[in-house]
């Protein structure tokens, strides 16, 4: 490992715990949610306990530091993905509330009947259903790129679907199920070239790799705290201010208007318009500190970490007798989440077998039912690694798979 594996671990206490049947706790699920370093658990403890009031509400001097922070923590998400201004970051309550809340509001005043939004078949749900929604409702079309064997979007395939019809395309920077890493810039500049923008799912992308929303020419990101080791019940829209400024609210109460009269009310001024109501207060400002800790850590060496870890998982996976391993086979083209199935396991059976050896997996369609059907399968197992894990935590796996091949009689 090239970075110091036993002090990284030490930052995060779940890590080092055993599971009520005695076994050591095996985490390879931070693709459904990363675990916290103490950092962040620290740090929300002392804002309740020490500092704790609501925001931009008070002059008083508790209210005032926590409000200090809380834009703090703003600018530390803008400086994180490069962006030009703090009030193009939106804090809302995860990455789903991002996606729906563009796809309200710049649907409803930028579709019309015969648009096209482009998709693909690997989004997850929250990426494929508002959008979904919002083009049955503006009588719009819906436009998917076609996936290539191994996984990836067909990008020939993405051009020859772009047209001046293309008002929006909707994209994961990294597949939550295959682990396979999208061409953002690369389709991004596509689509300005047709007068059409780019909303890119960052929720799992942005735990592996840096991203400059600038350089990238990113319109929309949209991403969650939990995932990047942060709290639960905070996420990120990012939008290029130009585009927001256009936008009408998403939610309507405290905090998202100017002025209010009987007959008609003012909205605020971006980011306040779309942060109605009371924020989540103490995860935003611990979303804050989660991003230092990652920033500190720095991306060469988490990357460096997981290609490491993800290259000695692919070899050791691709060994197991009847194991398909989906999404790209190459290490190049693809981040550390590695679904799979056993010829003749049901991935239920796999998982809770997997947890009986302390390793906590996901099985199921992962959110991505129409991945799955073009798959053709029904479900998966799905094993999602980060720069904490360890070659050691791979051959526990791999002894469980055995072990899970025995019991079930495929050994």
């Known amino acids: 490992m090239v970075a110091n594996i ?6 995060f206490p779940i890590l080092n715990k055993k599971l009520p049947n005695g076994q050591h706790l095996v985490y390879l699920d931070s693709g459904a949610s990363a675990q916290r370093p103490q950092v962040v658990i620290d740090k929300i403890s002392e804002i309740y306990e020490h500092y704790y009031s609501n925001v931009h509400r008070g002059v008083h001097q508790l209210g005032d530091r926590v409000t200090t922070e809380m834009e703090a923590a703003r600018a530390r998400v803008q400086t994180f993905i490069g962006a030009s201004y703090p009030e193009e970051i939106i804090f809302t309550s995860g990455t789903t509330m991002s996606i729906n809340l563009v796809a309200q509001t710049w649907g409803r005043h930028h579709l019309n009947a015969g648009d096209e939004i482009i998709l693909n078949e690997m989004e997850h749900h929250a990426n494929f259903v508002p959008w979904q929604a919002i083009a049955k409702e503006r009588d719009a079309t819906l436009k998917f790129i076609q996936l290539t064997p191994d996984g990836r979007l067909d990008q020939e395939h993405y051009h020859s679907l772009l047209s001046s019809k293309t008002k929006m395309v909707a994209v994961t920077g990294m597949s939550n199920m295959l682990g396979t890493i999208n061409p953002v810039e690369e389709m991004a500049q596509r689509a300005h070239e047709v007068g059409a923008l780019i909303f890119v799912d960052g929720a799992q992308s942005v735990l592996h790799q840096p991203v400059n929303v600038v350089e990238s020419e990113i319109d929309f990101l949209a991403f969650s705290g939990h995932k990047l080791f942060g709290p639960s019940g905070i996420g990120v829209l990012y939008g290029r201010k130009a585009l927001l400024e256009t936008l009408p609210p998403f939610l309507f109460g405290g905090n998202m208007i100017s002025e209010v009269h009987c007959d008609h009310s003012n909205w605020a001024n971006i980011p306040a318009r779309f942060e109605a109501g009371t924020p989540p207060i103490a995860e935003a400002i611990a979303l804050g500190t989660a991003i230092d800790y990652v920033s500190q850590l720095g991306f060469d060496t988490i990357q460096e970490q997981e290609y490491l870890l993800s290259q000695y998982a692919l070899q050791k996976l691709q060994e197991v007798p009847g194991l398909q391993i989906y999404g790209p086979q190459e ?19 796999l998982a809770t077998l997997l947890d009986r050896k302390g390793i906590a997996v996901r099985h199921g369609h992962h959110c991505t039912m129409p991945l799955h ?13 980060t720069f904490y894990n360890t070659t050691e935590e791979i051959d526990v796996l791999i002894d469980a798979l055995e072990f899970a091949r025995k019991r079930l009689r495929l050994a």
């Open 6 to 11: 036993t002090s990284i671990r030490h930052d």
């Open 331 to 349: 290490m190049e083209m693809r981040g550390a989440i590695f679904s799979f199935n056993i010829e003749g396991a049901h991935p239920e059976d």
């Open 373 to 385: 059907q073009w798959l053709n399968i029904t479900a998966s197992v799905r094993a999602s690694l």
